[in-house]
C-alpha cells in the first residue's frame, strides 16, 4: 500500500514544484490585491519578476534567475522518485520553503507590509460597516418627519452623527421672507481649509417652505474616503 502511494504522490507533487515560481507568483498577486481592496486581475508592479527589476537585474538576468530556481527546485524535487515516504515528504518541505525564501528575499512577500494593510482593510471594513448602520438608522428618522421642524432636528441629528462641523438652513416662505437657523458641532473647530462645504437644496412638500442646507464637513472625514454624490433632499 505504502509503496504504491508514495510514487503517486511523487507524481503529483513534481509538477508542483516545477511551476512553484508561478503558482506561487499568482497566488502571493492575489493575496495582495485581496489585502489592498483593489481587483484580483488589477496589475501591478509587485510580481517577482518585476521585484528582481527592481533591485537591478537586467531583465535577461532576472529571467535566467528564474530559469534557475525552477530547475533546481524541478531537480530536487527528482529527489523525491528515490526516497522513502517521509523523505519525500521532508523533501517537499523543503523545496517549497525555499521557494518562500526566494520570493521573500525579492521582495514579493512584503510581511510588515501585508500585515499593516491587512490592519488598514479591516479599520476600513469596520468604519464601513458603522457608516451603514447610522445611515439606515438615519433613514428611519427622516421617514418620521412630519413639519419643518421636525426636518431641521432630524438634519442636526444626522450632521452630529456624520461629523459635520456645523449646519444652516435658510428658509424662504411664501411672502419671501427669509429665515436662517445654525447648528454648531460642539466637538470640532477645524481650520478654514479643512473643510469641505456643501449646499443642498430641500424641495417644499407636504406644505413645506423651500430651503437650502449649508453642510460644511471636515475633509478628514467621511468625504475624505470615498466620493460622495449628494442629490436633492426630499421629506
Not at 481592496?37 to 519578476?49: K, T
Not at 450632521?159 to 411672502?175: G, I, M, P, Y
Not at 406644505?207 to 433632499?233: E, I
Request: glycine share 6%; with cysteine.
Amino acid at each position: 500500500m505504502c509503496a504504491t502511494t508514495s510514487p503517486t504522490l511523487t507524481t503529483l507533487a513534481l509538477p508542483v514544484l516545477a511551476l512553484g515560481v508561478p503558482i506561487l507568483d499568482t497566488f502571493f498577486s492575489m493575496i495582495r490585491r485581496f489585502i489592498e481592496r483593489r481587483s484580483l486581475f488589477a496589475p501591478d508592479r509587485g510580481h517577482v519578476h518585476h521585484r528582481l527589476l527592481e533591485l537591478g537585474f537586467k531583465h535577461r538576468d532576472a529571467v535566467l534567475v528564474i530559469y534557475i530556481v525552477t530547475v533546481g527546485c524541478t531537480g530536487l524535487g527528482l529527489l523525491m522518485f528515490v526516497a522513502s515516504e517521509w523523505g519525500s515528504l521532508v523533501i517537499f518541505v523543503c523545496v517549497v520553503a525555499l521557494l518562500l525564501q526566494f520570493f521573500y528575499v525579492a521582495g514579493s512577500i512584503r510581511l510588515g507590509k501585508a500585515f499593516k494593510a491587512l490592519q488598514r482593510r479591516n479599520a476600513i471594513i469596520r468604519v464601513s460597516r458603522n457608516e451603514i448602520r447610522t445611515f439606515e438608522d438615519l433613514q428611519l428618522v427622516f421617514r418620521q418627519v412630519e413639519n419643518t421642524s421636525g426636518l431641521w432636528t432630524a438634519t442636526c441629528k444626522a450632521a452630529n452623527q456624520l461629523d459635520f462641523v456645523w449646519l444652516s438652513r435658510k428658509e424662504t416662505d411664501e411672502q419671501g421672507f427669509s429665515q436662517t437657523t445654525v447648528w454648531r458641532n460642539p466637538n470640532y473647530k477645524p481650520e478654514a481649509e479643512e473643510l469641505i462645504l456643501m449646499n443642498i437644496p430641500v424641495l417644499p412638500t407636504n406644505g413645506m417652505s423651500h430651503s437650502n442646507l449649508n453642510l460644511p464637513s471636515q475633509k478628514t472625514g467621511l468625504w475624505k474616503r470615498r466620493p460622495v454624490a449628494l442629490p436633492c433632499l426630499v421629506v
